[in-house]
């Protein structure tokens, strides 16, 4: 009988052991170092794809590490990997999923077979759907149930389903020239729902309930409250006006009283953190304009392209990922944040925290074993500069961690007054080089300091970043952006040998506050049988609220 060796652990592989020695060798030359015997390393160490210009040259490695990288990267098989996604095979295993947000963005007529189906056909279907909608409500053919236009369009989502869409239009919604106003509330707090529709007259405002599974308690308490908020000013019939579907459950859609003429699918195939690229997306297409939204998606392709086809030294994503494990897994750092220099990109951290942490956020391979030997996916964190510099920046500059960083910036900016784009873009040329080559005591001394402040106000430096540049933020290179980091999030999650396609740790949240409404809402004292801290926790909360313990 033919035996076939077994697949070595990761931490086994003579690749990462060739990494741990390199980084021995490594881990402490600084980055003034570094650049003192390469001077012509940042003019090397740099990429351009799609629209976007990385310089990785400030960070702690040289060609070598780069090299020793891509060898681990071709022994985990990521390109395999990245094959079989892009072609549709179920690489997501505990959910016996295919993983293809990738077809989302496929041009029409591309073929992208599942099942023996060709799911591009149903992805330009449901586009074509949601550019009609979403023309017609632009150009007020959609009325509300009074015959007025829509002004505003609410999603209400959560997770996957809010953040992407959300993100998206703060970023571009100078794009869709205020025709529509897009609001979000995802929170069961009532007080996002409160907040995000004061003000506006319900005749013309309509909402998009965005859910994949048409389950989840947030989402489905807040859509109630906003077809009651609709009934109560418009009567009854107004709903079906008022009120449109993102989903896969035709039924409980339908179950809520939404016409599932006015729904607009997708599949499981697509991860609720990967879906802004499909019906997800209605309500920023509706924002932005069918045609910016086709940009968007065109800036998905070029990136999709790009990570298929360029060999993985010079392959954006791919060498993100890479640089993203030397520092987790052998400098040991924990977390990276993302510092986009742009305010239209306030959300763009928190966005990517959920890509990535829910992504790779794994403590067992794919077949099941526990990990024990290396650190997944790190803590992503960020807000946009410069305002972090007057902040937190003080413990990247002078703490005692690593923090990784990834710097975000754009030629021109979309709103110019003044000076004000040179002034931001100044800082987001100085941050990196201060943090990648700091101020020495000897330096600080020259400056006429005293001695015993001296160390107070040394910067040891030598704190890596990427730097990523762009022309200018537009829908497509928002696309390249995220896709970018889509793929990134994939090199790393394939190379630690984990599912990065399922959340067992969202679904676990899912049923867990289910249990205990109930016991909150119980007009009588409930009979409590959880732990002693959660126990009290819930009678003070009663008593607070005046109800029988
Ligand atoms: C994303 C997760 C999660 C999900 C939300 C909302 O990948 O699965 O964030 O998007 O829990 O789920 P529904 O779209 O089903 O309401």
Redesign the pocket.
């Known amino acids: 009988m033919a035996t076939t060796d077994p697949v070595p652990q990761l931490t086994d592989r003579p690749e990462w052991k060739a990494l741990q020695a390199h980084h021995a060798e490594i881990q402490d030359r600084h980055l003034r170092a570094l650049f003192a015997e390469d001077p012509g390393r940042g003019e090397r160490m740099n990429l351009s794809a799609a629209g976007l210009y990385l310089d990785y040259s400030k960070n702690r490695l040289t060609d070598e590490t780069i090299g020793l990288l891509v060898q681990l990267a071709e022994a985990c098989g990521v390109t395999d990997g990245r094959d079989a996604m892009f072609a549709g095979e179920r690489i997501n295993i505990t959910e016996n999923r295919a993983v293809l947000h990738t077809a989302l963005r496929a041009p029409k007529g591309a073929s992208v077979m599942l099942d023996g189906k060709n799911v591009v056909d149903d992805v330009h279907e449901v586009l074509d759907r949601m550019k009609a909608f979403a023309a017609s409500v632009r150009d007020g053919s959609w009325t509300g149930h009074t015959g007025k236009r829509i002004t505003t369009v609410i999603n209400i989502?959560?997770?996957?389903?809010?953040?992407g869409p959300s993100m998206v239009w703060d970023a571009l919604s100078p794009f869709g020239d205020h025709v529509v106003e897009c609001r979000y509330v995802s929170n069961v707090d009532s007080v996002d729902f409160v907040e995000k529709t004061r003000g506006l007259d319900p005749a013309q405002t309509l909402f998009v309930i965005?859910?994949?599974?048409?389950?989840?308690l947030?989402?489905l308490a807040n859509a109630h409250t906003a077809r009651d908020w609709i009934t109560n000013a418009l009567g009854d019939e107004a709903t079906p006006k008022h009120f449109v579907a993102v989903?896969t459950n035709a039924d409980e859609v339908a179950k809520f009283g939404i016409d599932t003429k006015n729904m607009f699918g997708f599949w499981d195939w697509v991860?609720?953190?990967?879906?802004v690229d499909s019906a997800?997306g209605l309500s920023t297409m509706v924002g932005i304009g069918p045609d910016h939204f086709d940009e968007l998606l065109a800036g998905f392709r070029e990136m999709d392209d790009h990570f298929r086809e360029a060999p993985l030294a010079e392959n954006m994503p791919a060498l993100l990922g890479l640089i993203g494990v030397w520092y987790s897994n052998f400098f040991g750092a924990e977390t990276v944040a993302i510092l986009p220099y742009a305010q239209y990109l306030d959300r763009l951290s928190a966005y990517f925290q959920?890509l990535d942490m829910?992504s790779d956020g794994k403590s067992v391979r794919r077949d099941g074993t526990p990990i024990t030997d290396y650190s997944t996916g790190p803590i992503v964190w960020g807000q946009p500069g410069t305002n972090g510099q007057h902040a937190y920046y003080q413990l990247i500059h002078q703490g005692t961690r690593l923090i990784p960083a990834d710097f975000i910036g754009f030629a021109y900016s979309n709103a110019p007054l003044g000076d004000h784009p040179d002034l931001l873009m100044s800082n987001f040329f100085a941050q990196p080089e201060a943090l990648a080559f700091g101020k020495t005591a000897e330096q600080v001394a020259a400056e006429g300091v005293p001695a015993e402040q001296v160390p107070h106000r040394t910067f040891n430096g030598n704190h890596p970043t990427n730097s990523i540049l762009a022309e200018r933020l537009t829908p497509r290179t928002l696309g390249n952006i995220i896709a970018l980091y889509e793929h990134k999030i994939f090199t790393q999650g394939w190379i630690w040998d984990i599912n990065s396609f399922d959340?067992w740790g969202?679904?676990l949240g899912?049923v867990l506050a289910k249990r205990i409404i109930p016991e909150l809402e119980a007009t009588e004292a409930p009979h409590l049988a959880h732990d002693s801290s959660t126990s009290t926790l819930i009678r003070k909360y009663r008593e607070m609220l005046g109800r029988p313990v």
Do not use: C, M, P, W
């Open positions: 989502g959560i997770g996957g389903s809010d953040l965005a859910s994949k599974t048409f389950t989840t947030e989402t989903s991860g609720g953190r990967y879906s997800v959920q829910e959340q969202v679904e899912k």
